[in-house]
């Protein structure tokens, strides 16, 4: 049973503009949310993370949204930029679980000129 | 710069042969460290929690005597491939995170495992 979903499995974006990335989670013990990048033949790189108490996290050109009440989280980018190009994923976690990390599919992010 | 190391990055062997995987914390010291694995084009699927000084816990499906986990210490721990087949073939991957709480898991680059 997938409890943590990214229903588009690409999404193509010009560059400078934004990208949004959508995820959404069906368990409610989830407590903690993370969004990471990954390029091929590499383990995937921490981008950005949210707890449960907070609706809104920003670092730099990444930010975080988390409707609790939907059960939805977002990754925006902006401006996004060609080296943004690769294979975002979604994690959620439950301290509960001892803080294992339920994956999302993926959803493979191009930036073109 | 890396905060997890993972090694070897890819291993080519014959079926049959055990491979072991090494997974370091570079500047923590890590108590829980996780194994995960994929597949082509999939998500990461954890197959392991491994506890320092404790058996580790293995997720459903994962048999515990194929893929052997050994956290000796604080900083490292193995997943060894027992008697690899071709169907073990995948990409292993190992993340650890500095403490307990909230906090992000740090991955290594991962270990390519084909076996021939």
């Known amino acids: 049973d997938q409890q943590v979903k990214q229903n588009s499995p690409s999404l193509s974006v010009q560059e400078g503009r934004i990208s949004i990335l959508n995820c959404d989670y069906t368990?409610?013990?989830?407590?903690?949310f993370l969004w990471y990048k990954k390029y091929p033949a590499e383990g995937p790189t921490f981008l950005i993370s949210?707890?449960?108490?907070?609706d809104k996290n920003e670092d730099g050109r990444f930010t975080v949204f988390l409707n609790k009440s939907a059960k939805h989280l977002s990754l925006h980018i902006v401006p996004s930029q060609p080296g943004d190009s690769a294979v975002y994923f979604c994690a959620a976690s439950a301290e509960a679980s001892w803080g294992k990390l339920q994956f999302g599919a993926g959803t493979q992010v191009v930036v073109t000129p | 710069g890396a905060v997890v190391s993972q090694h070897p990055s890819r291993v080519i062997c014959k079926s049959g042969t055990s491979v072991k995987i090494e997974c370091r914390s570079l500047?923590?010291?890590?108590?829980?460290m996780f194994w995960y694995r994929q597949f082509p084009k999939q998500s990461l699927m954890l197959m392991a929690t491994s506890n320092e000084g404790s058996k580790a816990t293995y997720e459903q499906g994962v048999e515990k005597d194929k893929f052997l986990i050994n956290h000796a210490s604080l900083t490292l721990s193995t997943l060894t491939v027992t008697s690899a087949h071709p169907e073990d073939s995948s990409f292993y991957i190992c993340?650890?995170?500095?403490?307990?709480?909230?906090?992000?898991?740090?991955f290594g680059d991962g270990t390519r495992l084909s076996i021939l």
């Open positions: 949210i707890s449960s108490i907070k």
């Open positions: 500047d923590f010291q890590a108590t829980t």
């Open positions: 368990n409610s013990m989830f407590d903690y």
């Open positions: 993340s650890a995170r500095r403490e307990q709480g909230n906090q992000p898991q740090h």
